[in-house]
């Protein structure tokens, strides 16, 4: 079977041509002005462009180009359609007004950091990708030899078994580049792909970026200060200026157009670095640089090259677009020509991407493999959570079950819960918030939903909080040696697992709830303090009042403690009494289930206490992704 693009002849490959064209685009950041916590909160909008039009055709590799904060990255992300602030304007492909569903099938971007799981290989990574960005359809030899293809004509053949954690910095671009590259999209769009590179390893991802607008696709790039022989590999240069357009045209002639104001590139000067200098706002002359910028956007405004714009934009904007343009896979596309051009732009916006049972596979696959990459520290956790057993149970030797040692039975009980407890609600905190930056740049390209997502969370952590718990209950089990048969040992292992899985959870919703470890444990602290207290050893529950009373329900230490401290009283039937026949005395297991108000019934009630614990954390853990995933990153 043929591979999606045939390796050996790249160049030949059949493009749709396609124009894009931003007329009068103008955008507004939102920014919140700090103010007393009696006032209402200030809210101002910051404009960074102004009126911006250009436009990026088939064939094309244009150069977005200005200095520091003249609005080039919001203009990238405003015509792909990845902006977050008040836009005006339009964005239109082949003269039609198009959607961002629309734009993010046709298109692809690159951007100036990539964020991806460090532990997967080159292969691994390109293997996720494009299971979950092609069509579904596609098998996986096809897959495999695409990705080889990309792989090649990149130069990252040899780089296949590496971790991307050891790419240099051109690896890592061309990576991002083949990612994009995946379904062969019309247009390309890149934020500064040569930031942070040094010049043979920028001069490396330009060519590739000026061979792939050769073989017909538009490519779009944000550029900072390239150096002259890059410069010169770009066709178009869009110069930008305090939100505006300062020159837009071929590279060739913006010194023409320069020369036309009087401002003369020198000799073995680079070009580009002289076009930002003149557009740059100075600090401490901010007045007099923004005339100066001013005059040279109006001066482009007014001149040839303004026209020529100016014209090329009507003609694409008033022309009949042969085709109607649509994100919706059921409607029809309408076109006076070749029924070949229908089927090109077809390719794009009918791809099935995979359901959610193949995204969460996959997303289950990456978790496992990190996982294992990492396998160190989770053995580390786990040889720390036995070594406290052991710390845990060997005071408890040879517990004499009397009257002295009802408290230190119990003690023991609520020591087994409150260390599982703590151990698996603090250990997953990190969950989240070192991936939320990844989770919310891959939702928002479309490549899996917030479902499979959490779900593959909650796969990876059960194999943990069913093991470390086993071994962690059987070795107090022995070593305490507990009251309780086959049976009960098993009991015992279950309670103190569903304590581990419904403690997991409560982290989890922690973790998907706020920004920042540190947060999340500071809130965490009042809770576990407020739930600990209602455990039954410091509080007589009997004697609260009901509108406190309740409170030991949504207590994960009460139900855990509880259901332990039933398996083991219920073994007992007869504990001596003092000799002295004034002092109190509990005769009988169940006696010290009463003093502590724990219900002899209640075991199975405790467990599905916990159960519930562990599902409604998990909702509430999802709808908290959910929300936070529909925040659009700023690129």
Same mark, same amino acid.
């Given at each position: 079977?043929?591979?999606?693009?045939?390796?050996?002849?790249?160049?030949?490959?059949?493009?749709?041509?396609?124009? *894009?064209?931003?007329? $009068?685009?103008?955008?507004?950041?939102?920014?919140?002005?700090?103010?007393?916590?009696?006032?209402?909160?200030? *809210?101002?909008?910051?404009?960074?462009?102004?009126?911006?039009?250009?436009?990026?055709?088939?064939?094309?590799?244009?150069?977005?180009?200005?200095?520091?904060?003249?609005?080039?990255?919001?203009?990238?992300?405003?015509?792909?359609?990845? /902006?977050?602030?008040?836009?005006?304007?339009?964005?239109?492909?082949?003269?039609?007004?198009?959607? +961002?569903? @629309?734009?993010?099938?046709?298109?692809?971007?690159?951007?100036?950091?990539?964020? /991806?799981?460090?532990?997967?290989?080159?292969?691994?990574?390109?293997?996720?990708?494009?299971?979950?960005?092609?069509?579904?359809?596609?098998?996986?030899?096809?897959? !495999? !030899?695409?990705?080889?293809?990309?792989?090649?004509?990149?130069?990252?053949?040899?780089?296949?078994?590496?971790?991307?954690? %050891?790419?240099?910095?051109?690896?890592?671009?061309?990576?991002?580049?083949?990612?994009?590259?995946?379904? $062969?999209?019309?247009?390309?769009?890149?934020?500064?792909?040569?930031?942070?590179?040094?010049?043979?390893?920028?001069?490396?991802?330009?060519?590739?970026?000026?061979?792939?607008?050769?073989?017909?696709?538009?490519?779009?790039?944000?550029?900072?200060?390239?150096?002259?022989?890059?410069? $010169?590999?770009?066709?178009?240069?869009?110069?930008?200026?305090?939100?505006?357009?300062?020159?837009?045209?071929?590279?060739?002639?913006?010194?023409?157009?320069?020369?036309?104001?009087?401002?003369?590139?020198?000799?073995?000067?680079?070009?580009?670095?002289?076009?930002?200098?003149?557009?740059?706002?100075?600090?401490?002359?901010?007045?007099?640089?923004?005339?100066?910028?001013?005059?040279?956007?109006?001066?482009?405004? &007014? &001149?040839?090259?303004?026209?020529?714009?100016?014209?090329?934009?009507?003609?694409?904007?008033?022309?009949?677009?042969?085709?109607?343009?649509?994100?919706?896979?059921?409607?029809?596309?309408?076109?006076?020509?070749?029924?070949?051009?229908?089927?090109?732009?077809?390719? #794009?916006?009918?791809?099935?991407?995979?359901?959610?049972?193949?995204?969460?596979?996959?997303?289950?696959?990456?978790?496992?493999?990190?996982?294992?990459?990492?396998?160190?520290?989770?053995?580390?956790?786990?040889?720390? #959570?036995?070594?406290?057993?052991?710390?845990?149970?060997?005071?408890?030797?040879?517990?004499?079950?009397?009257?002295?040692?009802?408290?230190? *039975?119990?003690?023991?009980?609520?020591?087994?819960?409150?260390?599982?407890?703590?151990?698996?609600?603090?250990?997953?905190?990190?969950? @989240?918030? &070192?991936?939320?930056?990844?989770?919310?740049?891959?939702?928002?390209?479309?490549?899996?939903?917030?479902?499979?997502?959490?779900?593959?969370?909650?796969?990876?952590?059960?194999?943990?909080?069913?093991?470390?718990?086993?071994?962690?209950?059987?070795?107090?089990?022995?070593?305490?040696?507990?009251?309780?048969?086959?049976?009960?040992?098993?009991?015992?292992?279950?309670?103190?697992?569903?304590?581990?899985?419904?403690?997991?959870?409560?982290?989890?919703?922690?973790?998907?709830?706020?920004?920042?470890?540190?947060?999340?444990?500071?809130?965490?602290?009042?809770? $576990?303090?407020?739930?600990?207290?209602?455990?039954?050893?410091?509080?007589?529950?009997?004697?609260?009042?009901?509108?406190?009373?309740?409170?030991?329900? *949504?207590? +994960?230490?009460?139900?855990?403690?509880?259901?332990?401290?039933?398996?083991?009283?219920?073994?007992?039937?007869?504990?001596?009494?003092?000799?002295?026949?004034?002092?109190?005395?509990?005769?009988?297991?169940?006696? /010290?289930?009463?003093?502590?108000?724990?219900?002899?019934?209640?075991?199975?009630?405790? %467990?599905?206490?916990?159960?519930?614990?562990?599902?409604?954390?998990?909702?509430?853990?999802?709808?908290?992704?959910?929300?936070?995933?529909?925040?659009?990153?700023?690129?």
């Amino acid at each position: 079977m043929e591979p999606l693009i045939n390796p050996e002849n790249l160049l030949q490959h059949k493009m749709t041509h396609i124009t *894009v064209t931003w007329n $009068d685009v103008s955008v507004w950041y939102k920014k919140r002005k700090q103010s007393m916590f009696w006032k209402r909160e200030q *809210v101002e909008y910051t404009q960074v462009l102004k009126n911006v039009c250009g436009i990026a055709k088939s064939g094309h590799l244009l150069a977005i180009m200005g200095a520091s904060g003249a609005g080039k990255t919001s203009l990238l992300a405003t015509i792909s359609m990845r /902006v977050k602030g008040a836009v005006d304007g339009e964005v239109l492909i082949n003269g039609k007004t198009v959607d +961002q569903n @629309f734009m993010a099938h046709i298109s692809g971007f690159v951007p100036q950091q990539d964020l /991806v799981i460090n532990s997967l290989t080159v292969q691994e990574h390109m293997e996720f990708m494009a299971s979950l960005k092609m069509d579904s359809s596609t098998t996986a030899l096809q897959r !495999r !030899r695409h990705i080889s293809a990309l792989l090649s004509e990149l130069g990252l053949a040899k780089c296949q078994g590496t971790k991307l954690s %050891l790419l240099s910095g051109g690896e890592e671009k061309r990576l991002s580049l083949a990612v994009q590259l995946l379904n $062969d999209p019309l247009l390309l769009f890149c934020d500064e792909p040569t930031t942070g590179l040094d010049s043979y390893s920028a001069s490396i991802v330009v060519e590739k970026l000026s061979y792939l607008a050769q073989r017909g696709k538009a490519v779009v790039c944000t550029i900072h200060q390239p150096a002259s022989g890059l410069f $010169d590999m770009f066709s178009h240069v869009l110069l930008l200026a305090d939100g505006r357009v300062a020159f837009y045209g071929d590279t060739v002639c913006a010194a023409q157009h320069f020369r036309s104001l009087n401002l003369i590139c020198p000799k073995a000067f680079n070009r580009a670095e002289f076009y930002i200098s003149q557009l740059s706002i100075i600090a401490g002359r901010e007045q007099e640089s923004k005339r100066k910028v001013k005059s040279i956007c109006d001066a482009f405004e &007014s &001149s040839t090259f303004g026209h020529e714009l100016a014209e090329q934009l009507s003609f694409y904007n008033k022309r009949m677009n042969m085709f109607q343009l649509s994100s919706d896979r059921s409607s029809r596309l309408q076109s006076s020509h070749s029924s070949d051009n229908i089927a090109d732009f077809q390719k #794009y916006t009918e791809i099935c991407r995979p359901g959610y049972v193949k995204q969460l596979y996959w997303l289950t696959w990456r978790n496992v493999i990190h996982l294992l990459r990492n396998s160190s520290n989770l053995l580390l956790r786990a040889i720390l #959570y036995l070594f406290i057993a052991l710390i845990l149970a060997t005071p408890y030797t040879n517990l004499k079950v009397d009257q002295t040692g009802i408290q230190n *039975v119990q003690g023991l009980m609520y020591l087994i819960v409150t260390e599982t407890i703590f151990t698996f609600s603090y250990s997953v905190f990190h969950t @989240f918030p &070192s991936e939320i930056p990844i989770l919310l740049r891959e939702i928002a390209n479309g490549i899996y939903k917030p479902g499979p997502y959490y779900i593959s969370k909650m796969l990876v952590l059960i194999p943990r909080t069913i093991v470390e718990p086993f071994l962690y209950s059987s070795l107090i089990f022995w070593i305490a040696d507990l009251q309780g048969d086959a049976r009960v040992f098993l009991l015992f292992c279950l309670t103190v697992i569903m304590c581990a899985k419904s403690s997991a959870a409560l982290g989890c919703v922690m973790s998907a709830a706020f920004e920042s470890v540190a947060t999340a444990s500071l809130l965490s602290v009042p809770i $576990d303090f407020l739930t600990l207290m209602f455990s039954g050893l410091f509080l007589q529950l009997g004697s609260l009042p009901a509108y406190l009373s309740w409170l030991r329900y *949504v207590s +994960q230490f009460y139900y855990g403690t509880e259901a332990i401290s039933i398996l083991q009283w219920e073994q007992i039937h007869n504990i001596k009494c003092p000799d002295n026949p004034e002092l109190p005395c509990i005769s009988s297991g169940r006696g /010290v289930l009463e003093k502590y108000d724990y219900g002899p019934n209640n075991f199975s009630m405790d %467990l599905l206490g916990l159960f519930a614990i562990y599902s409604i954390s998990h909702m509430v853990g999802f709808l908290a992704i959910w929300i936070r995933s529909t925040k659009q990153p700023i690129y």
